[in-house]
């Protein structure tokens, strides 16, 4: 009996791999996994839980028990684009966990919601999970674009993650990715006032603790530095003045 598991992230990428798993196994050797890094929308809870409901398989939760910036404290590293420690502490080290006491690399192949147009990362993904087997039903064909993935799962019955339907690309963390760029949190400030002034004021704390680090790095003028949520919000706010004129 192979055991069939799906890291069941809340994303529409993951939902689709689990339907396509469903589709060919079958629900009873499904396991939907789903690393909560405690800062989800509110509304990922509820999607992760009716999707799974119509599959009939339970959700299968683990946790570190931190947050991201509970994970950057500890690890005295404010996590960016180039490297994000709170991926590794809430994600991949539960799952690890769970994996190595309850799937025998022996039966069981793991499943990853990345697609067609993310295939480049297969090998590092696959490298990552050893001794454990990896595939990637959405990069295999019919090829589906994420507005397609949204759409089946319209028509499935189950309404998509509010944070895409708000703009954003990803439903993870309740919309304050470290890994998101300049556009991404021009969003969040704008969707997402209350939590981007959380998230700013815990990366404040984190430089009074670790000096000139930030998410967000600034580019122009032909150097890189840091560029702080603080800092970031006030040019948006100018931008908003000047086009308001
Ligand atoms: S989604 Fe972003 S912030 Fe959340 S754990 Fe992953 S890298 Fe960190």
């Known amino acids: 009996m192979t055991r069939h598991v799906v890291q069941y992230s809340g994303g529409i990428g993951s939902w689709a791999t689990a339907q396509r798993v469903a589709a060919e196994y079958g629900p009873h050797d499904l396991v939907l996994?789903?690393?909560d890094t405690l800062v989800e929308d509110p509304d990922l809870y509820r999607f992760v839980s009716e999707?799974?409901?119509q599959l009939g398989v339970p959700v299968?939760?683990?946790?570190d028990g931190r947050t991201p910036f509970e994970v950057f404290?500890?690890?005295?590293?404010?996590g960016n684009s180039r490297y994000a420690p709170c991926s590794e502490f809430l994600k991949q080290r539960p799952c690890r966990s769970w994996l190595e006491t309850h799937a025998d690399p022996a039966d069981t192949v793991l499943y990853v919601g990345i697609d067609w147009s993310e295939q480049r990362r297969t090998a590092a993904i696959e490298r990552g999970w050893a001794p454990w087997t990896v595939t990637f039903p959405m990069c295999d064909p019919p090829y589906l674009t994420k507005d397609e993935m949204l759409d089946q799962a319209r028509a499935a019955g189950v309404e998509p993650p509010v944070l895409y339907e708000l703009g954003f690309g990803h439903n993870n963390c309740g919309s304050l990715c470290v890994r998101g760029g300049h556009q991404h949190w021009a969003?969040?400030?704008?969707?997402?006032p209350e939590r981007y002034a959380e998230a700013e004021r815990q990366e404040q704390e984190l430089r009074a603790e670790l000096g000139d680090v930030a998410i967000l790095r600034d580019r122009s003028g032909g150097r890189?530095?840091?560029l702080?949520?603080?800092e970031f919000r006030e040019r948006q706010?100018?931008?908003?003045?000047i086009s308001a004129a």
């Open 33 to 35: 996994l789903f690393a």
């Open 51 to 53: 999707a799974a409901g």
């Open 60 to 63: 299968t939760r683990v946790a």
């Open 73 to 78: 404290w500890h690890q005295r590293f404010l």
């Open 187 to 192: 969003r969040v400030l704008e969707i997402f």
């Open 224 to 226: 890189t530095r840091p």
């Open 228 to 230: 702080t949520l603080t």
């Open 237 to 241: 706010e100018s931008l908003r003045e």
